[in-house]
């Protein structure tokens, strides 16, 4: 399974925001330490805040910050607030499919059953999990420490 870039992306404002939880980041902080385009964070860092992952602070001295504690953000319910639909194979989409097998394909329950496993890992991992080796990640990303 691929998620897609958007999700990529927004895995990493979180990683980012995560390493340090009470400096406020831009956009632009960001997408520097990434080496990524700015514009294609803003979309990202929209919804993120629209979902409720992080808080937004528009103007002078604004910036955007963990809405909630990494340890309370999930990080199967990022994936599933981002990526679009689940989609592994056509016949996932009933409005879309037109594979002549599907009503007689067993692979389509085994890849269900693969992308349930997926999720249910990612489920079991918070973005506190995942930051655990913050000093190697701040260095790496030039994140100015608290």
Request: glycine share 6%; hydrophobic share 40%; net charge neutral.
């Amino acid at each position: 399974m691929q998620l897609t870039l958007y999700t990529d992306y927004s895995l990493r404002v979180l990683l980012y925001l995560g390493l340090n939880p009470r400096r406020m980041a831009t956009i632009t902080d960001i997408a520097q330490s990434y080496g990524i385009s700015r514009n294609h964070l803003v979309k990202v860092v929209h919804n993120l805040a629209m979902q409720g992952f992080i808080n937004t602070t528009r103007g002078r001295g604004g910036g955007i910050t963990l809405a909630r504690p990494a340890a309370e953000i999930n990080i199967g319910d990022v994936v599933r607030h981002t990526e679009v639909n689940f989609h592994l194979v056509e016949c996932f989409d009933r409005e879309r499919n037109t594979c002549p097998i599907a009503v007689a394909c067993f692979l389509k329950s085994a890849l269900y059953e693969a992308q349930g496993a997926f999720m249910a890992v990612l489920d079991r991992y918070t973005l506190a999990d995942v930051l655990d080796n913050r000093d190697w990640l701040q260095s790496v990303l030039k994140v100015p420490e608290e």
